[in-house]
């Protein structure tokens, strides 16, 4: 109340500054829409641009959830719809492209997952001989001392 009044008494007169009291009038219905749009309306719109761009980066192999709350595999993408693989007995159902609510599993991070897990496995099988090599070493220590 008081900046309305602060703001009220910075014209001169009332009948000489008709267009300064309607300043007044219409700045905090301004600010509200201001307020509105950097605390609603801006952050939906980058949340929706986010969606987008997740649904067009969509690939066959990925696992995804719909906004139903079906999880399965995505087995074949056409233009705005996609088919998904529900269960062990191989269920497929089509749905539309806006129907992802998200992607749980890209097949490109399995294939990395993969990946990883295959140099991880080849760097302990070529570590295993070295550890044999000394284990047989202690235990051929051992038979000398004994």
Known sequence: MNLFMLLESTGTDAGANPSGNMLVMFLPLILVFALMYFFMIRPQKKQERMDAQMRDSLQVGDEVTTIGGIIG???SIKDETFTLETSRDRTKIRFLRTAIKSVDVKVA??????EAAKAEEASATEEAPVEEKSASKKKSKKNDVE
């Open 109 to 114: 991070d399995r294939y990395a997952e993969a």
């Open 73 to 75: 595999r995505v087995v």
